[in-house]
Every structure is written in C-alpha cells, then in structure tokens.
C-alpha cells in the first residue's frame, strides 16, 4: 500500500521555526525524487521545495529558498522540511508528493502521483 503520512504541523509565530516529517512507503520513496508543496485557503496548490533520489539534487520555490531546507533519509523514508524565519504568508495546508516515475526529477505538480494528506501550518503575526 502506498503511503505518505505528514507530520509537525501546527502554529508558530512570525519569525519562527518548524520542522515538517513525511513517513513513505518504501515502494514509492527509496527510487523516486520527492517534493513539498503547499495550499494556502483560497489559492492554488504550489510548489515549495523538491529533492532528487540520492539527495544531492534540491530545488525551492524563489518565496522560500534561503529560509526553508528540504531533506530526506533514505534510511528511514522519510522526508524532511526545516522552515525557519516563517512569515504570515507561509500559513498553508503543506503536502509531500512522490514522482510517478523512478528516477526522473522536476518541480511539475502533475508528474507527481502520490500525495499525502497533507499538515497545516499556521503563522501568527
């Protein structure tokens, strides 16, 4: 069964801290790049942060990059995202997302094929 479960969510003030976990499936995550993506209320879903296979590979959204990191640890399956210096704007429901297909990487939402539930993060100002 194909699983992603997010974790450590909740609400911090501005300028604070969180981190954020993904427990995966084995099957869907020791061969396939990663990603976060986030729905704010109201907005469309958008990309936040991606991680290759190995790690070695990461990207982020221009409105993130420098504040928050993205990671994973193979060894656990599990995938990680530090936010730090969160803003009001930040507040959203927060997805991690497996590729569909093995060993391909982008930042597109649609190659994405399994999603979790997804865990909100609320910023207080």
């Known amino acids: 069964q194909v699983r992603l479960v997010e974790s450590g969510g909740g609400l911090v003030q501005a300028g604070g801290s969180l981190g954020l976990s993904c427990a995966a499936s084995r099957s869907i995550f020791v061969d396939n790049s990663m990603a976060w993506y986030r729905q704010a209320p109201g907005k469309e879903r958008e990309f936040v942060a991606a991680?290759?296979?190995?790690?070695?590979?990461?990207s982020y959204a221009t409105s993130v990059k420098g504040r928050f990191t993205i990671s994973r640890d193979n060894a656990k399956n599990t995938l990680y995202l530090q936010m730090n210096s969160l803003k009001p704007e930040d507040t959203a429901v927060y997805y991690c997302a497996a590729q569909r297909t093995r060993y391909s990487y982008s930042q597109t939402e649609t190659d994405f094929g399994s999603w979790g539930q997804g865990t909100q993060v609320t910023v207080s100002s």
């Open positions: 991680i290759s296979r190995s790690g070695s590979t990461t």
